[in-house]
Each structure stands twice: as C-alpha cells, then as structure tokens.
C-alpha cells in the first residue's frame, strides 16, 4: 500500500498471518456432521499452504467415495502424492486422472454441441474451434492461423 499527499509517496507493508484461522474454520467445518463438506477445497489449501498433508490425502479419498473418479479429484490426488513424496503413487494417480479425464463429456462454446473426448482420438479438445482444420500430418489436428 502507498500513501501519497503532497508529491510524497511512503510505501507501508503489512502482512496477515490468516492461515491458522482459516485452517481451524476449515476443521471446524470438516468436523460438523451434516454432509456436503468441502472436501477439495480444503484439502487444496491444505496443500498450497503446506499444513497437514495427509489430512488433506483423506478428504481427497473421502471425496473419491463419493464421486465416481473425477478427474480433477485424481489430480489434486497425485499433487498430495507427489508433495509427500511418494513418486509412485502421484504416478499412478496422474495417469488415472488422465485416464478419467479423457472420459469427460465437454461443451464446446463455440459449437455448441457435447462430444466425448475417447483415448486416443485424433481430436484435441484444447485445439478444436469451429474452424479447426487437418493439418498435412494425417490425423492430426491444429486450429485455423
């Protein structure tokens, strides 16, 4: 933050230490009974800031019973994994995210149509538009220039 009057500029920092109160409301809340309970977004902010790690694994598995492998639950998954150390299993949980990933219906906002993204389609749903054209590569895509 700056304060200026007068052609003078004076720089004030401050810094909020919010972590560990947003960390007992996220306890809070995770022990109350009543379901749905935020489950990923807490344990994404357990990860981004480093706190309990495999608390946050076990939201994520509780999430994972809940849902049929979602894909963005695998991923944040292999995240946990991977910051606790475990190589292998952030491995396994990347490429099953991908897998699962792979599977989702998605909506073009251009086309305005639903398609399934199969593996090993031809098709990038990254690249497609409503003018995506062959490239001289068979079955490859790119968008128009």
């Not at 947003?22 to 990860?47: G, N």
């Not at 190589?87 to 998605?106: E, L, M």
């Amino acid at each position: 933050m700056n304060l200026k009057w007068d052609g003078i500029r004076v720089p004030i920092s401050f810094q909020v230490d919010f972590v560990p109160k947003v960390a007992a409301q996220i306890d809070a809340v995770m022990a109350a009974p009543p379901p749905p309970r935020p489950y990923m977004a807490s344990a994404q902010f357990y990860l981004e800031y480093g706190l309990d790690l495999k608390k946050a694994q076990g939201w994520v598995d509780t999430a994972l019973a809940d849902k049929p492998m979602p894909y963005y639950l695998l991923l944040l998954r292999a995240r946990i994994l991977a910051k606790e150390g475990d190589r292998d299993g952030a491995i396994a949980a990347a490429n099953q995210a991908i897998a699962a990933a792979k599977k989702v219906r998605t909506r073009s906002p251009r086309i305005g149509r639903i398609r399934t993204v199969e593996p090993g389609s031809h098709r990038q749903p990254a690249l497609m538009t409503q003018k995506s054209c062959p490239s001289e590569e068979p079955g490859a895509w790119r968008p128009w220039p």
